[in-house]
């Protein structure tokens, strides 16, 4: 027995009544029906977490398809800071 979780599919991740993030996940038992459900992160969390899958993500080429976020930024020096780590 084993679950699977994976991103629904044509739900996009929304901001929340409460100003949090939904991020629609789906879940599935091994031979068993999915289950849709959100995992919701405040505005912190979320940024936690972004900074941790950009360091996963650190030194790997973007894929074509990648979103622009992913995609090489230029910028000149003493333009972008690093001010904390999360």
Same mark, same amino acid.
């Given at each position: 027995?084993?679950?699977?979780?994976?991103?629904? &599919?044509?739900?996009?991740?929304?901001? #929340?009544?409460?100003?949090?993030?939904?991020?629609? !996940?789906? !879940?599935?038992?091994?031979?068993? +029906?999915?289950t849709d459900i959100e995992? #919701?992160? #405040?505005?912190?969390? /979320?940024? +936690?977490? +972004?900074?941790? !899958?950009?360091?996963?993500?650190?030194?790997? &080429? /973007?894929?074509? /398809? /990648?979103?622009?976020?992913?995609?090489?930024?230029?910028?000149?020096?003493?333009t972008a800071q690093i001010?904390?780590?999360?």
């Amino acid at each position: 027995m084993s679950w699977t979780i994976e991103r629904t &599919p044509g739900r996009p991740v929304r901001r #929340t009544d409460d100003n949090q993030l939904a991020v629609p !996940l789906r !879940l599935s038992l091994t031979g068993g +029906h999915p289950t849709d459900i959100e995992l #919701t992160l #405040t505005l912190a969390e /979320a940024e +936690h977490l +972004h900074a941790a !899958l950009c360091r996963a993500l650190d030194g790997q &080429p /973007a894929p074509p /398809a /990648a979103p622009d976020c992913r995609q090489p930024v230029q910028t000149f020096p003493g333009t972008a800071q690093i001010v904390g780590r999360a």
